[in-house]
């Protein structure tokens, strides 16, 4: 399960609805609970450094999760997970989702986003215990 | 000493440690020392023919090292390698 408070929520929906028709995409921040749970309380927006195809694919400069990762870790945050968004797409993990996704254990939220307005939220937990046997869970999202 | 930043889903194969001390003077070493430290990584981290595995990026401070000295980058008391998993994809 991923608990998101609303504020974080709202974050990530809007993120997607500015960034419409492109893809957005960002950083969950925030806690791995002892019930195998995440909390994230933070959204960190980050650039989609795919400008050949930025309605259909994203992707994070390192360079920023470094920094956020760092900047998190100074605060006793986590990264616990990354958002994106499918403009004109169903909130479903794609092929491509599942093969450029790599951090085993973290939360991959995809809302989708209709005619600019985002629609559906859906949160998928990457698991397996390695690129061989990697796949994606749905996974519960709790707004709190 | 150097301090490799380990990211949330390798630290099950660091006894959940977040960062590790590496006595290394490059990269190359450093990253040596770390998966010698804490063998279950390897496979994270390297391919079956020994190459750094093309989602990886390790930074040092903040440069990635590829357009350093890669592997041969050399290294200073204090400075910290992060090592981090691309993130991307797309509908």
Known sequence: MLKLPHHVYSAVRSHGEQTYPHECCGVLLGRFEDDGSKTATRAEPCGNTRDDSPHNRYHIDPRELVRIQREGRGRGEEIVGFYHSHPDHPAQWSSTDLAEAHWIGCSYVITSVEKGKAAVTNSFELTGTDEGDKKFADERLKVA | ?91
């Open chain 2, 1 to 91: 000493m150097p301090q490799i930043q380990i990211p949330s889903p390798l630290r099950q194969y660091t006894q959940k440690q977040a960062s590790v001390s590496v006595p290394a003077k490059t990269v190359g070493d450093a990253l040596a020392s770390l998966v010698v430290q804490h063998p279950d990584l390897k496979r994270h981290l390297y391919t079956d023919d020994g190459k750094l595995r093309a989602f990886v990026n390790v930074y040092v401070n903040d440069e990635d090292m590829r357009y350093l000295e890669k592997e041969a980058t050399a290294l200073n008391d204090g400075d910290t390698i992060s090592i981090v998993p691309s993130i991307a994809g797309g509908c």
